[in-house]
């Protein structure tokens, strides 16, 4: 494996439910992301990708096949290693935003920074630097019901950031917002990622943003069809 | 520790920000503690009502018929036990008291009845107390009585100075004690001799006596000497006497049942409310769980702040019922009726309140177990 590969997994296969009633999600899929890549995974609804995104972070288990991230094989990781994986080394962007509404804008970031054992203090502040490197300065302090989906979604991307890891996920990012915006927040996002080195993989079917990608790999019916 | 506070933040942010469940996670904590208290309040009241004789006869001992259990006079008690207890080392004084029940003639014609105590002159050990109106001496005066202020319309209209036939002798209203209200009739007080003659009890017989321990000495030891002196009569020390008529109101009247079930209803019906709402507000926040969960949290993590929830749901919820309870307290207390709030039960039920909670969120913790974190990506 090259020293600047971030992910990879090889022969994955994901099979939902048993039986007569199984599917197969996943079949013998291999699939690579390198340092600083920006890598969109591509397909039509029910093609898989989700389910390789899940598996990469680590929040799914894969039926076979090997995971390795940063050079460490976490196929058969303890189901108790995976919290700290995930909070060390991902950090996701989420169709929905997924943020916490009881919780302001730069609240929801520092969240991370806190689990992570950052003092409130040195938290609250890089979460403060990140939201306005989204350019939400102004919104520090709102809660996310009074956020547009736009706003939602860069604090979502400034939480992702927080704590600098490696490897960022990000399931249909721009699915809930208009066309214009999810340009904006794609770029912003490809930007940000690359002053920090991280590594981006990116699940879309918006062909609006294909160009922004380093890589696009079309997945279809559990396979990878194309990876250019 | 950092951790700990983080989570404990959300979770304490997470349950204000939802109102509605705040609120009706809240109420069944209020409704626990309300009903619990109210029950244990007016319980704790009736026993303090049935041992408050005890409590105010200012004796460290107390001779009694042989298996007495509570304070009704039952077999009597010889005066030769008198004598032989004042003899004791270490006996400071001893005194009889004699008690009996004693029919008051109403004017309307009916009758109603009295527990009729007889203290000694002076002393007056064994009562009477909490007097509002005239005092002690009066019962030196010829054929006088004082009653229960609260029994005055009960007991056909009665003032200082009123006249009422009881046992069939001629009696005069001297006082009037307040909220001296046991299970059955109501205490009134007479001398010693008039009590003795109204009762018609022999001159060598009386219902207790009350002995008063040397400071100095040992009330244990004193209790054997006596009770080596009088060996067919109990001597018993005032906390031993206090448990066991509360022991016999516990187990023989069915109160303890009563009380028991109440409470014990009290507390489930705000387990099942509290429960209900912690798990509802989890379901309803199942994806930021799920959210947490994908960020890095343990399950352990979510346990700390379901148990966070518990312990302000606990601690706020029990401060508003107390207060609620104090109130009602406040509002109902009367002669016949007084919720004994004791600061031990608060601090018992903000414990058991937060116990119950945590208890309770046992079942979304249950659900919380089962939250995938890939379910964010669905």
């Given at each position: 494996m090259s020293n600047s590969r971030v992910v990879e997994v090889q022969g994955l296969t994901k099979t939902y439910g048993g039986g007569a009633v199984s599917v197969q999600a996943l079949k013998s899929v291999d699939f690579h992301a390198d340092r600083g890549e920006f890598v969109m995974l591509?397909?039509?609804?029910?093609?898989?990708?989700?389910?390789?995104?899940?598996?990469?972070?680590?929040?799914?288990?894969a039926s076979s096949g090997r995971l390795t991230l940063f050079d460490r094989d976490i196929t058969d990781a303890r189901e108790e290693e995976l919290p700290a994986l995930r909070l060390h080394l991902i950090g996701f962007i989420f169709q929905g935003f997924n943020l916490i509404a009881s919780l302001s804008a730069s609240e929801n970031v520092a969240l991370v920074l806190r689990l992570r054992g950052i003092p409130p203090k040195e938290a609250a502040a890089e979460a403060r630097e990140l939201l306005t490197e989204v350019g939400m300065p102004e919104k520090i302090d709102t809660l996310p019901r009074d956020l547009s989906g736009g706003q939602r979604q860069r604090v979502a991307i400034a939480r992702a950031l927080a704590g600098h890891?490696?490897?960022?996920?990000?399931?249909?990012?721009?699915?809930?917002?208009?066309?214009?915006?999810?340009?904006?927040?794609?770029?912003?996002?490809?930007?940000?990622?690359?002053?920090?080195?991280?590594?981006?993989?990116?699940?879309?079917?918006?062909?609006?943003?294909?160009?922004?990608?380093d890589r696009i790999v079309h997945i279809e019916d559990g396979r990878i069809q194309e990876d250019q | 520790m950092l951790r700990l506070r983080t989570v404990a933040l959300a979770g304490v942010r997470m349950m204000f920000y939802d109102k509605l469940k705040f609120a009706g996670t809240l109420f069944g904590v209020i409704f626990?503690?309300?009903?619990?208290?109210q029950q244990l309040g007016v319980f704790l009241g009736?026993?303090?009502?049935?041992?408050?004789?005890?409590?105010?006869?200012?004796?460290?001992?107390?001779?009694?018929?042989?298996?007495?259990?509570?304070?009704?006079?039952?077999?009597?008690?010889?005066?030769?036990?008198?004598?032989?207890?004042?003899?004791?080392?270490g006996v400071l004084w001893a005194e009889p008291l004699l008690s009996g029940v004693a029919t008051v003639s109403?004017?309307?014609?009916?009758?109603?009845?009295?527990?009729?105590?007889?203290?000694?002159?002076?002393?007056?050990?064994?009562?009477?107390?909490?007097?509002?109106?005239?005092?002690?001496s009066v019962l030196r005066r010829p054929d006088t009585m004082i009653f229960e202020d609260s029994e005055r319309d009960k007991l056909g209209g009665l003032n200082l100075g009123s006249l009422r036939e009881v046992n069939g002798h001629r009696m005069t209203v001297g006082g009037f004690t307040w909220g001296l209200l046991p299970f059955g009739p109501s205490y009134a007080f007479a001398s010693y001799d008039l009590a003795r003659e109204l009762l018609k009890t022999p001159s060598d017989q009386t219902?207790?006596?009350?002995?008063?321990?040397?400071?100095?000495?040992?009330?244990?030891s004193v209790r054997a000497a006596v009770q080596a002196r009088v060996p067919t009569v109990q001597v018993l020390t005032r906390e031993e006497f206090s448990?066991?008529?509360?022991?016999?109101?516990?187990?023989?009247?069915?109160?303890?049942?009563?009380?028991?079930t109440s409470t014990f209803f009290g507390l489930l019906v705000g387990l099942v409310i509290v429960s209900l709402t912690m798990f509802s507000s989890v379901i309803d926040n199942i994806r930021e769980f799920g959210t947490l969960k994908a960020l890095g949290c343990r399950t352990r993590d979510l346990g700390i702040l379901l148990l966070v929830q518990s312990v302000?749901?606990?601690?706020?919820?029990?401060?508003?019922?107390?207060?609620?309870?104090?109130?009602?307290?406040?509002?109902?207390?009367?002669p016949k009726m007084a919720l004994v709030l004791p600061h031990i039960l608060s601090i018992a039920t903000v414990a058991l309140m937060i116990l119950l909670c945590a208890v309770a969120s046992l079942l979304a913790l249950l659900r919380i177990r089962k939250v995938e974190p890939a379910m964010v990506f669905r």
């Open positions: 591509s397909g039509p609804s029910g093609s898989g990708k989700t389910t390789l995104l899940s598996i990469l972070g680590c929040v799914l288990r890891p490696p490897l960022l996920l990000a399931d249909e990012p721009t699915a809930n917002l208009d066309g214009h915006t999810g340009l904006q927040v794609t770029e912003m996002l490809k930007e940000l990622a690359r002053t920090r080195g991280s590594t981006v993989v990116v699940v879309t079917h918006d062909n609006r943003i294909f160009h922004l990608a | 626990a503690v309300v009903l619990t208290n009736l026993l303090a009502k049935n041992t408050m004789f005890i409590d105010n006869a200012s004796a460290e001992l107390w001779i009694v018929p042989a298996s007495t259990e509570t304070l009704q006079p039952g077999k009597p008690v010889s005066m030769s036990a008198l004598y032989q207890a004042r003899t004791t080392p109403l004017p309307s014609g009916g009758s109603e009845q009295v527990t009729l105590v007889g203290t000694r002159p002076d002393c007056w050990r064994g009562g009477p107390w909490n007097l509002i109106a005239g005092s002690s219902s207790f006596i009350l002995v008063g321990v040397d400071p100095h000495a040992d009330v244990a448990r066991k008529i509360v022991r016999y109101l516990l187990l023989r009247t069915g109160m303890g049942v009563t009380f028991g302000v749901y606990g601690i706020v919820g029990s401060i508003a019922g107390l207060a609620l309870v104090s109130r009602v307290a406040e509002g109902i207390r009367s």
